[in-house]
């Protein structure tokens, strides 16, 4: 009680010193979840936030605290929920399985998560539960708690309930704390956490002095009347920062338009695909044909009589001039026709190869700019070596309403092919073809291991350079060769991990062909060289059903892997289905099947989406249950360079890595579970682009379409 009163005596003075308002800022605690020095309050991290902290409070097995090393990373995954994950240990590098004392050292890796509870009135209070070091064989620091806060003036005032399993009675209990912000950079805190009075002082460096990357921000405690501690001082360091600059939330809400008759679904022409529309694997025949040979000139389609007027039309330069601006924005395989009343344009993207939804951005744009004819509709096709993904109509005028005032657009999307009417007038050849131009990709390769008996953190650390010369239709040659940087002991030759190391050299080289079949089916298939360790000759085979609005994905994958040097071989067979909640920017996946190691079991995983990256929450069950959270970042900006004659140079779009742990039962290493190699050409990255490229994300993206075209025009 006597604690208690001095807690509350402290949050009095502090609230008669106050002269104004400011809004007290959360941040990461010294144990990982946001809140004070100990203990939570009701606040989570904003989504699509990410933090990473690192603080020398160590709490020894939930008995006493002493100098040592938390490294935590956090982050908002969705509106109201917050997890993180925490290294704690005594040493970075002492490999624990020799010398002495062995059995009281710590290595640590605990996960937790905080839900903030919806629909309470913000002018009441907030309201959070949440839990500490979730699953697992050995829990020491397993804690379950209800917070509660309110924020008056420039103080917030938290109280709560826990249950812990910690011997020294920390959060095992009522605790309550109290933060007072007496600059936007600098608060003070001071807290009881169910066996102590803390208190401690923090200060924030804002982004705009860190050129609006991130905030920093440091923390302490200065004094604790704790039995269980070897030192009243302790300090910690944290860096947060959105985790993407094109999250959907940061762009202005698309408002909607008043109504107008929709943009129709049926041919403006007859369609004449020559019997062949059923094959759906390149856009029309004549435009992978004739397009490259006729000319404004030459119109084999148009009626004589109206051919002399579509070309001494203001329409023919304006598509001219679209086919131009096209080009110098960095597309491939250009082609613009027009008739009477619709300008066509099939492009493929190769410069904003983050997210396709850019590209179509730019292009819808350049469109409503060039081409000021009245009534006049647009029919755009995306493709990829020459396979259509999809097609986007609508007028022309009314587009161009929603570049200047922001009005939603009435746009027709569909998977596939666009549907090119006759009487089409081509404006030249088709240009910057995109064969035999080779493209390069760089980015890090890894193989890591962390919070072992070994030390917190072993890797094996390389580069990789990927070749991708696509030769023709759907098809092309990938190599990938890789070098090691650097690689911690334990990788090198002779250390415990040496076999986990990364192989140096040509690791594939395939050649890949791919098939748009019809009813939303691909089929893709990889022949080739593969190295996992050992050299195999590999088949790999995967066909893919994409629903017509792309929120429904169901693929099968099998491969085969014939070792070169013996005889013997391995395979595997797998199913996978993915939900693309675009609503939400989530997407599930769930797959199961026999991998490449002989264990069989299911996978699930759900990605929270921000702009390019997303952070992904997963479950496996083969031989192991493994928990786990994993980011995904580009390593490459928003737009590339162009290709020139000789190629392209760029980074990866999507980088991943992530941190695991087995549950259930003790915590052991596992390799490899799980495991389907490929490389990065498969139907997900190539096709779908990762559930980002239907109509159902189209329409829940297009505040992004505007700006990618006010940016890059």
Known sequence: MLKLNTLLGVAAFSSASALSATPVKSHQSLVGYTGLINTPNADVVDKGVVGFGYNNQLDKHGRYTLDGHNFIVHAGLYDGLEVSGMIATDSIHENFLQGYGQGDRIRDLSFNAKYQIPYIPKDWFNLAIGGKDIGGDVNFYETYYAVASKELFSFKFSAGLAKSKRLNGVMDGFFAGVEYQVFDWFSLQAEHDAEAFNAGAKVTIPKKWLYDIGELTFTSRFYSNTDYSEEDTYWGINFSMPLSSEDKQNYKKVEAAPYVAPVATKPIAKIDDHGLGFIQTAMAPELAEQAKALTVASVKQAPAKNTQNLANSSLNSQVIELKEALINDGFEYVVVGYNLNTVFVNFENSVFNRNDIDAIGVVLGRIAESVTNENTHFNVQLSKTDIPLIAIQGKVDNYRLFIEKGVSPDLNVQQGKASIPEGV?????????????????????????????????????????????????????????????????????????????????????????????????????????????????????????????????????????????????????????????????????????????????????????????????????????????????????????????????????????????????????????????????????????????????????????????????
């Open 425 to 713: 007038v081509w404006a030249g050849k088709a240009e910057a073809s995109p064969y035999f131009k080779p493209r390069l990709t760089l980015s890090p390769a890894t193989s890591t291991t962390y919070a072992t008996d070994l030390g917190v953190l072993d890797y094996s650390l390389g580069l990789r350079a990927e070749l991708d010369v696509p030769l023709w239709q759907g098809g092309g040659i990938k190599v990938t060769g890789q070098t090691i940087l650097d690689e911690t002991s334990d990788f090198e030759d002779n250390g415990a991990f040496n076999n986990y190391s990364l192989d140096e050299g040509i690791v594939n080289a395939m050649l890949h062909q791919t098939f748009a079949l019809p009813y939303g089916f691909y089929n893709q298939t990889q022949i080739g060289f593969y190295k996992d360790y050992f050299d195999y000759k590999a088949i790999i085979n995967e066909t893919a059903w994409l629903s017509p609005e792309g929120r429904h994905k169901v693929s099968a994958k099998i491969a085969y892997f014939d070792y070169a040097d013996y005889r013997a071989s391995r395979e595997y067979e797998t199913l996978s289905y993915q939900y693309n909640w675009v609503e939400q920017d989530i997407t599930f996946h769930a797959t199961a099947g026999k991998y490449f190691y002989g264990d069989s079991g299911y996978q699930l995983e759900s990605r929270f989406w921000f702009g390019d990256s997303y952070v992904a929450v997963y479950y496996e069950n083969t031989d192991a249950q493994i928990a786990g959270v994993a980011i995904n970042i580009p390593l490459t900006p928003r737009k590339d360079m162009k290709v020139t004659p000789f190629g392209q140079l760029k980074g990866r779009e999507n980088w991943r890595i992530g941190l695991s742990t087995q549950i259930g039962e003790r915590n052991v290493l596992v390799f490899n579970q799980g495991y389907a190699p490929s490389s990065q050409v498969t139907l997900d990255n190539t096709m779908f682009k990762r559930g980002r490229l239907s109509s159902s994300y189209i329409y829940s993206n297009l505040a992004r379409m505007k700006e990618a075209y006010e940016s890059y025009k």
